[in-house]
């Protein structure tokens, strides 16, 4: 894919123009500077072949959070095939501006676009030559927030752009397994995506909330093309003040969503919190595979690790009906252990949730799983009779059961015939939803 980088100082629009041209609300957009962290990564909505960058503000700054973010931000111009450098229309040319115009010119051979946002009003426009002195050229007037002066962005960008199968582009992107990353703050997450890309792209602090955006990142990890996604830390509502933060929780719940596989990471050296099982509930409620990372497993004490994980397990296990075996894996993102391991089980388990059972086989072992336990009499005390059973959903693995005669079959027997259904086709680590559905026997 041919990188475009966005960059410019806090506060220009960088990410209203990001959301723009993916067509997305992925990164967060905010009055206040410096809200943007980390480098979010999106695709053209007009040619999926441009893999468009969001970047920090750029700002000197000798140390912290703020200083990561531009070094990431730089290295994301440095790497790029060509940027959109952005400038604020309404502030005019700043001392900053020019600046880092110069740090890019320095970073990168790569063509630049410069960009003149908030330019709807025209109240600037006498003031549009000043913008020549950056060094970028003819600047261009765009608003980013009413998607005005596009064509010329995809002007620049078509002239950079080998003429490539827009269709296989699109597919490959879609072939990718989506895994969301989601957790409480500092239990983690980012560190385990940077230990699956091999480099730091993510800001690794010790202090919770510095991931604020749902990063997608495309990889590829242990033979799979993945898109991982890195969320912002799930806290409780209580202690959440912030509106900045309450839009990253709501992007990182929305991650579920978009996902196909929920990595739920979990600190392995203190207690598994409530939040954790409500956050497992809403990937088994949206269908979506689970599988929990114990990280910082190589820190818990070794004469305590058995008794931790058989508890955990009985946590799971018993406040969820849709799973019969939840996979919980030990890691650590840090050193790398069970890491390779932990995506070698996810993507088994995507293989089997991707497949259609033979209705055959199905109806085989429902006859087995109904000859060794008979349904119960109804609440009318009417025979129940299950005559046929097909799989008509994936994720979640759903099966619906045509009955006849009462169709009140309780839940004790559900449970019953999913635990079976499970083992049988070894969908024991996958969500699985049984409907009963009243009517004759298609094949009669």
Avoid at 192 to 217: A, C, M, S, Y
Avoid at 354 to 367: D, E, H, K, Q
């Amino acid at each position: 894919m041919i990188k475009i980088t966005i960059a410019g100082r806090p506060n220009t629009g960088k990410s209203t123009l990001f959301n723009a041209l993916t067509h997305t609300r992925d990164a967060i957009v905010h009055d206040r500077p410096g809200v943007t962290r980390d480098t979010i990564y999106g695709v053209c909505a007009n040619n999926p072949e441009y893999e468009i960058r969001d970047t920090a503000g750029l700002e000197r700054a000798k140390n912290g959070i703020a200083a990561d973010s531009t070094d990431m931000a730089i290295g994301a111009i440095s790497d790029a095939d060509a940027v959109l450098f952005v400038v604020d229309g309404r502030v005019g040319l700043t001392a900053e501006d020019a600046d880092w115009a110069r740090t890019v010119r320095r970073a990168t051979r790569a063509p630049v676009l410069l960009l003149v946002n908030k330019s709807e009003s025209g109240r600037r426009m006498a003031d549009i030559h000043e913008f020549y002195k950056l060094g970028f050229g003819e600047p261009v007037m765009i608003s980013a927030e009413h998607k005005s002066g596009f064509d010329e962005i995809f002007e620049f960008l078509d002239k950079i752009s080998p003429k490539n199968n827009d269709n296989k582009t699109r597919t490959e992107a879609e072939n990718r397994v989506k895994i969301a990353i989601l957790g409480q703050p500092n239990v983690g997450k980012s560190t385990l995506v940077n230990r699956v890309i091999g480099e730091n792209r993510q800001i690794v602090k010790d202090e919770p909330g510095v991931t604020r955006d749902t990063v997608k990142i495309p990889a590829h990890f242990y033979g799979r093309d993945i898109l991982l996604m890195d969320t912002a830390g799930l806290r409780r509502k209580s202690n959440v003040h912030d509106d900045v933060e309450t839009l990253a929780a709501l992007k990182s719940l929305d991650a579920i969503e978009k996902s196909d596989v929920v990595i739920l990471v979990v600190d392995a050296t203190g207690n598994i919190e409530n939040q954790a099982l409500g956050i497992a509930a809403r990937v088994y409620d949206a269908g979506k595979i689970l599988c929990v990372a114990l990280n910082k497993w190589d820190m818990v004490p070794a004469d305590e690790r058995d008794e931790k994980l058989l508890k955990l397990k009985h946590q799971f296990t018993n406040s969820f009906h849709q799973i019969i075996k939840p996979m919980i894996l030990a890691i650590s993102a840090q050193t790398g252990t069970g890491v390779q391991n932990m995506f070698k089980r996810i993507y088994e388990q995507w293989d089997i949730s991707t497949a259609t059972a033979p209705t055959s086989l199905i109806n085989r072992i429902i006859g087995e799983l109904v000859a060794n336990r008979q349904p119960p009499m109804s609440r009318l005390k009417r025979p129940m009779k299950i005559k046929f059973a097909s799989q008509t959903g994936r994720h979640p693995m759903r099966i619906t059961i045509h009955v006849g005669g009462a169709s009140d079959i309780p839940e004790s027997y559900t449970r019953y015939l999913r635990r079976g259904l499970a083992t049988a086709l070894k969908w024991e680590h996958l969500p699985i939803t049984i409907e009963y559905k009243k009517s004759d026997n298609p094949f009669d």
